[in-house]
């Protein structure tokens, strides 16, 4: 890609298919892609959120400068997973603490911690609305959480005998798949 197209960042993101063959993107499915990015982006810098051992996660402007913005604690142990909501108004933190915790998206500020399961939250991830959160952990369940507000899960999802190790929403949102230890998948509707 051109050096301007690299939005000032010193590397670039590349994916391909199963096969093995890697394209790059040309034409309008480059432009519209690029168009997306930045209607997502809305003028503000883009951002990144490291989590670590030491319980903590930090916010960086990669594009912008080699050291963190902010540093964010509040987790009892070890961090294992974060992810931004689809708009970017918010991320989370999942830990083997037992704990999700909510934080804005662009100051990370936190917000709330999403208490409920009894083991460690493994994964999470957020409806392409950006209006619900699931978290799939240790104690066989999956949670569904209402977003910003998180006072209680709004539903919890049994039905695994093990530790549930992965999830993801469908792309039109209206429903989540849940795979677990015990070898199985589900399909939950939304």
């Known amino acids: 890609l051109p050096e301007d197209r690299l939005l000032n960042n010193d590397y670039v993101c590349r994916t391909g298919p199963f096969d093995h063959t890697g394209r790059v993107a040309e034409g309008d499915l480059q432009e519209a892609a690029l168009e997306r990015y930045k209607a997502m982006m809305g003028g503000e810098p883009e951002r990144l959120v490291s ?3 030491d319980f903590t996660l930090f916010l960086w ?4 400068d080699k050291h963190p913005i902010k540093r964010m604690t509040g987790h009892q142990q070890a961090v294992n997973h974060i992810a931004f909501s689809p708009d970017g108004r918010y991320f989370c933190s999942a830990s083997f603490d037992k704990k999700v915790k909510v934080w804005n998206g662009k100051s990370g500020d936190f917000l709330c911690t999403l208490t409920g399961h009894v083991g460690a939250v493994y994964q999470v991830t957020w409806s392409p609305d950006s209006r619900y959160l699931v978290s ?4 066989s369940t999956a949670k569904l959480w209402v977003i910003p507000s998180g006072k209680r899960a709004k539903e919890t999802l049994p039905g695994h005998a093990d530790e549930v190790y992965a999830l993801d929403w469908a792309p039109n949102g209206g429903s989540v798949a849940t795979g677990s230890k015990d070898r199985t998948i589900k399909i939950w509707k939304h």
Do not use: E, L, Q
């Open 51 to 53: 989590g670590s051992d």
């Open 61 to 64: 402007h990669p594009a912008i």
């Open 136 to 139: 799939a952990s240790k104690d």
